[in-house]
Each structure stands twice: as C-alpha cells, then as structure tokens.
C-alpha cells in the first residue's frame, strides 16, 4: 500500500499536474494541502474519473485538505472536533485494506508566521489541540498515518541553515516541542526509518533559485503509529514534481506499506 501527501498549492492551477502524477504514481491514497478552492469547485468528477474517490474540506483562496482514494474513505471528519476553527486545515478518514482499516489523517499545519505574532499563538493553540485529539484517535484506531504540510522542520537536517534560521519560523523549539509531543504519542516519522541523503528535503522558495541550488526545507511528513511502523518498506520524496513547469513549492512524500 502507498500513501503519498503533498501540498499542491492551488488543485485549480496544477490539477493536470495532479492528474498526471497519479497516472505515472498510482498510489493507493493522496493527501493534497491548499487546495485554495471552494468545495463547489473541486473536481471530484475528474479525479472519479482517473479512478479516485475523494474526501475534501476547501476553503476559498486559502487553506483547504483532501483524501484522494482507490476505495471509499469512511468515517470522515473535518477539522478538530472541539477546536474552534474557521480554516480548512484537518480532514481524517478510514481506508480499508485486506490486512484491517488505516486511519488516515491529513493536515495542513499553521504557517504561525514569526514567533511572538497572534498567528504563531494560533499555531501553538493548534498544535496542543491536534496532539489531544490525536491521543484520542490512537486509542480508537492504532493503525493510524498522519501526513501533510507541518510547518515544522523536526531538526537541523531538515532545514539547509540550520544555524542561519534557528528560533525563526518553522525553526523554533517550541514547534519542534510539539513536533516531539507527536512522536511520544506512539508516531514514527516514516522518513528517518531509512538511511537517506542528506540535505533531503520537501519545499523549496520560489525565489533565488532555491531549488535549483538545494536550499529547502523538509516539512511535508508522514508519521505512523507503533502498530504500522514494522510494515515501513520505504518511504521518499519525490523531487521529480519541482521541475515541472509552474510548479508547487512542495514535492509529494511516499510512503510504502
């Protein structure tokens, strides 16, 4: 089984890229971040189409998550229950497999912008939230992934200037705190289960030609919990996507099952 997230920066503009990632990676289930459309707008005959069920929580302009599926994703819920929110940020579902269900949870984390400013209050607040809610869902479902956009560098090989960036967004040890609180739920980043290269990483600024001379940072994860960490075979990024013309920021992780 292949699980695969990726934050496609507008499902609008790169759609056909979408569409055609899928046809050359036929993943079993694709979590997209900021759709930045309405849920009028999404294009759920087409993705129907090219063989993929969907579960979606958009957002006009912002924001906005998806659960793309070979099967029917049940149980869905949108947001985190209890946390009042007005951003599409959360969406989980259940996919049924031959070896039992997979809670499948896909999130798009808060940017948080500068540490001190109300949104990297909001994020602080989220990310507490998240981690209850998620204790919660462990219990109900111990066969669980967790994927998406987190805003969150889980330390220095993750970022290309670690001491250049350190205690900036995405870099502080308050986010890494709460990056460490997931982990001590009984969650495994699925990357670091396998020797990788270094400077490895999932998002690139559009400016300075950062991708072209690697300066990125890895933020797109995908964790598992203790009962699926053994069926880990192998989990990537694939930076193919990066070069696409007018592409995402992101490149989508793949993790194998």
């Known amino acids: 089984m292949k699980i695969a997230t990726w934050n496609v ?13 899928l046809s050359t990676h036929p993943v079993d289930a694709l979590c997209l971040q900021e759709l930045k459309l309405s849920d009028d707008k999404f294009p759920a005959a087409a993705l129907q189409e090219a063989g993929y069920h969907s579960a979606f929580m958009g957002q006009k302009t912002y924001n906005g998550v998806a659960i793309l599926s070979r099967t029917p994703v049940t149980e869905v819920v949108k947001n985190i229950p209890g946390f009042a929110d007005e951003q599409s940020r959360v969406i989980a579902g259940t996919l049924h497999t031959d070896t039992g269900p997979v809670r499948l949870v896909n999130g798009y984390f808060v940017n948080g912008q500068e540490p001190g ?4 209050d909001y994020k602080m607040r989220w990310l507490q939230a998240l981690q209850d809610w998620l204790q919660e869902q462990l219990q109900s479902h111990p066969r669980l992934v967790l994927v998406g ?3 969150i560098t889980a330390d ?3 970022t290309w200037d670690p001491e250049g960036l350190r205690e900036t967004i995405h870099h502080t040890t308050a986010e890494r705190d709460h990056f460490k609180a997931l982990l001590a739920l009984g969650l ?3 990357f670091r289960l396998f020797d990788q290269a270094e400077k490895s990483y999932s998002w690139w600024d559009y400016r300075d030609f950062a991708f072209r ?7 797109d994860y995908t964790l598992v919990s203790d009962a699926l960490k053994p069926l880990v075979s192998a989990c990537e990024i694939d930076r193919a996507t990066r070069k696409n013309e007018r592409p995402s920021d992101h490149a989508p992780v793949i993790v194998t099952l």
């Open 149 to 151: 956009d987190f805003n």
């Open 188 to 190: 495994h980043d699925a």
């Open 117 to 120: 400013s109300d949104k990297f």
């Open 9 to 21: 920066n507008s499902l609008s503009v790169r759609l056909p890229q979408v569409l055609d990632w």
């Open 156 to 158: 220095d090989r993750d």
């Open 213 to 219: 001379r690697n300066r990125g940072l890895r933020i």
